[in-house]
């Protein structure tokens, strides 16, 4: 069974940085994709970017492109957000998932991945 931790969250002023890491178990991971989503109180979840992971290959929501870098580290079985001139609209709980599906890439739609972490909160004070 995969198992996804994220780690990282925190408190930071408008401006700042943090960077964010999502741990998967298991010897055996390999998925086709992993992703970062986010959910503000209130709000539905929202995509905010994701990694093919054999090609590296990553894409971004509009409003984190330029600020936000996605990647991962294989070895680990680690994929990092890092997140950069942050925003009090950056304030959510961070979600990592994991895509085990090979057949299409659709990294911006929730359904698309097959496991969750429990997340990690982000805020980001004014």
């Known amino acids: 069974q995969v198992q996804l931790v994220e780690s990282g969250g925190g408190l930071v002023q408008a401006g700042g940085s943090l960077r964010l890491s999502c741990a998967a178990s298991?010897?055996?991971?390999?998925?086709?994709?992993m992703g970062w989503f986010r959910q503000a109180p209130g709000k539905e979840r929202e995509y905010v970017a994701a990694?093919?992971?054999?090609?590296?290959?990553?894409v971004y929501a509009d409003s984190v492109k330029g600020r936000f870098t996605i990647s991962r580290d294989n070895a680990k079985n680690t994929v990092y957000l890092q997140m950069s001139t942050l925003k009090s609209e950056d304030t959510a709980v961070y979600y990592c998932?994991?895509?085990?599906?090979?057949?299409?890439?659709?990294?911006?739609?929730?359904?698309?991945?097959?496991?969750w972490g429990r997340g990690t909160q982000v805020t980001v004070s004014l």
């Open positions: 298991g010897r055996t991971f390999s998925p086709n994709s």
């Open positions: 998932a994991a895509s085990i599906s090979n057949i299409h890439w659709r990294p911006s739609i929730a359904g698309e991945y097959d496991y």
């Open positions: 990694i093919h992971w054999s090609s590296a290959t990553t």
